[in-house]
């Protein structure tokens, strides 16, 4: 009999792979919009397969939204960007049209706290990472204190206008929201 072993670091390349892929559909769909079949499906692998990765539904959800919120820090949020940058892809009507893509808290930030306790936890998590990546760019430094009030004004306008723009189904009036939010957090 052959036994056929996996490379080194198979196991975790599948694990990032079922990560990401839950991580756009949950944004893309909302967090009952993905079925575990399903998405086992679309990476190739069985149903039965997801229990070597995740406890449960609720650990997928909670680490695909960490992995949400990596994503947009390492993107919007990265090291090179200025603030005007960051604010220019956030509030963006890319952002607005692809959620799948974009920050979590903007596409399902709502619904985090309607969730399980470990989802809610990680929703809690990312939204705080989140005002810590906006205190750094108004910083261009990162610090240990309380976030200002600055910082919770400009998050909280970057979530609004995108959460709005995606809302109002209205091209026109859409982009005057990403607009105006931008000249505001320019002020």
Do not use: N, W
């Not at 893309?28 to 070597?52: D, E, Q």
């Not at 919120?69 to 604010?87: H, M, R, Y």
């Not at 920050?103 to 309607?114: K, P």
């Not at 969730?115 to 998590?125: L, S, T």
Request: charged share 25%.
């Amino acid at each position: 009999m052959i036994i056929m072993r996996y490379p080194d670091g198979h196991k975790e390349a599948v694990h990032q792979r079922i990560l990401e892929t839950a991580s756009e559909a949950l944004r893309s769909r909302g967090l009952a919009g993905v079925s575990i079949p399903g998405l086992m499906k679309s990476v190739g692998l069985t149903h039965g397969g997801f229990y070597a990765h995740f406890e449960d539904r609720d650990d997928l959800v909670a680490q695909a939204v960490r992995a949400a919120g990596a994503a947009t820090a390492a993107g919007a949020f990265g090291d090179s960007l200025t603030l005007k940058e960051t604010l220019s892809r956030y509030l963006s009507k890319a952002h607005v049209e692809h959620p799948g893509e974009g920050c979590v808290v903007a596409a399902l930030g709502t619904d985090g706290t309607r969730q399980a306790p470990r989802v809610r936890g990680a929703f809690a998590e990312v939204a705080r990472g989140l005002i810590r990546l906006v205190q750094a760019k108004l910083e261009r430094k990162t610090s240990g204190r309380a976030p200002s009030d600055e910082a919770l004004r400009l998050a909280s306008t970057m979530v609004g206008a995108v959460v709005l723009a995606r809302l109002v189904d209205d091209e026109a009036l859409g982009e005057r929201i990403l607009r105006s939010a931008r000249a505001s957090a320019s002020e």
